[in-house]
């Protein structure tokens, strides 16, 4: 009797603290969102972010790998004199847990430094957690058209 007791006492505690978790595991992504595009600018920001088997889908309708984005940077990761050309942040931020597996969905915003109009993207990321890390597995990109015209 005492076995069953200890067991449906193991199991509550799992059901309890599995929304925990959850919660805790949506607010790591959404703070590993918004620190990789505050730091997109630098390599170190990409190489933490993106797992290593990444399928990235632009918005210009390219496919590439975390290579492809890698090759990008001089490999270092010093300041840029001067602004980045493009500030970018999240709004409206969505995250869907799924055990091992969460999707973010958000909209970016690019802001030039120059002062032109701003841009929007819908993004949609597909991360998986493995040895206790969360990584990005697959990325879609789509460019919202300018509807002020």
Request: hydrophobic share 45%.
């Amino acid at each position: 009797m005492k076995a069953i007791r200890n067991s449906v006492l193991l199991a509550l505690a799992f059901v309890l603290m599995a929304p925990m978790a959850s919660a805790a595991d949506e607010e790591v992504l959404t703070a590993m969102l918004h620190d990789f595009l505050a730091n997109a600018e630098k390599a170190s920001a990409h190489e933490s972010f993106w797992a290593d088997d990444l399928v990235y889908s632009s918005s210009s309708g390219l496919r590439f790998g975390k290579t492809d984005i890698l090759q990008g940077f001089d490999g270092s990761d010093e300041e840029p004199a001067g602004p980045p050309p493009i500030v970018y942040s999240g709004e409206e931020v969505d995250v869907r847990l799924y055990g091992d597996m969460a999707v973010v969905a958000f909209k970016l915003v690019g802001t030039p430094s120059n002062g032109a109009g701003k841009l929007y993207y819908y993004n949609t990321g597909t991360f998986l957690k493995r040895d206790g890390v969360w990584k990005v597995v697959a990325w879609q990109a789509t460019r919202i058209p300018d509807t002020t015209e």
